[in-house]
């Protein structure tokens, strides 16, 4: 079974400091797993993926993350923070035949001036 | 230009209603999902149509009936509405199956609540 714990409700940076959102997933299977961003009053945005090539794995709008298979982890992280960064991630993971999303609970970014 | 739109943004009904939720995508997409996020905003798929076609149908009770009238509007009908229907409805389309190779483009959720 797939399932995905994201670690923090609610985040909250400065403008300029670097973001860490954290994620851990459960898998049976070797995971694709996906970072998604949700403005307010706005449809899921796909901000990068990992589907079994690179383990860095660079997205849009300077986010990254890396898949670590030893600690179960598909971390997001960002150099620094930009107010139009605030918004809610969620970390997902996909099932076995692709054909399930599996969506953390989300983490609420706050970016401060 | 909005890519994946969904109307109406929230809906507020009794018990035992009959509702529908419109999605519309202008992205040329073959396929299209609806997805329900509960309140632990686990979004879990519900159904997926390629190109008017159904491919996935999740164990949902046979109240939710999607209807496609085009590949470009995948619609949910839902009947005799139970509290427990209450959550958020995202309407998704892809231009293939795969959720893995294909990105998927997210509407901005219908809030339905059910009283």
């Known amino acids: 079974a797939q399932s995905v714990t994201q670690l923090d409700s609610h985040v909250s940076v400065s403008e300029g400091t670097p973001v860490l959102l954290r994620c851990n997933y459960s898998?049976?299977?070797?995971?694709?797993l996906f970072w998604y961003v949700q403005h307010p009053n706005k449809g899921l945005q796909l901000l990068l993926k990992?589907?079994?090539?690179?383990?860095l794995v660079k997205g849009i709008n300077g986010f990254e993350a890396e898949f670590k298979k030893s600690e179960t982890s598909f971390h997001l992280t960002k150099p620094s923070a930009h107010m139009s960064d605030a918004a809610e991630y969620f970390c997902?993971?996909?099932?076995?035949?692709?054909?399930?999303?599996?969506f953390g609970s989300g983490t609420k970014l706050n970016v401060k001036p | 230009d909005t890519a994946v739109s969904q109307t109406p943004k929230y809906l507020v009904t009794q018990m035992g209603n009959d509702k529908s939720i419109k999605c519309e995508q202008n992205?040329?997409?073959?396929?299209m999902y609806w997805y329900k996020q509960d309140s632990k905003k686990f979004l879990k798929i519900m159904f997926s149509?390629?190109?008017?076609?159904?491919?996935i149908n999740e164990t949902v009770p046979n109240r939710f009936s999607p209807k496609s009238p085009d590949k470009a509007h995948l619609n949910l009908h839902i009947n005799s509405l139970e509290l427990g229907d209450s959550a958020v409805y995202f309407c998704?389309?892809?231009?293939?199956?795969?959720?893995?190779?294909?990105?998927?483009?997210f509407g901005p959720g219908t809030r339905l609540t059910v009283l």
């Open positions: 990992y589907t079994s090539a690179a383990t």
């Open positions: 997902v993971v996909s099932g076995h035949n692709f054909n399930k999303f599996y």
């Open positions: 998704a389309s892809s231009q293939g199956t795969s959720l893995a190779a294909d990105t998927q483009y």
């Open positions: 992205l040329g997409h073959d396929t």
């Open positions: 898998s049976s299977y070797s995971p694709s």
């Open positions: 149509y390629n190109n008017k076609e159904l491919i």
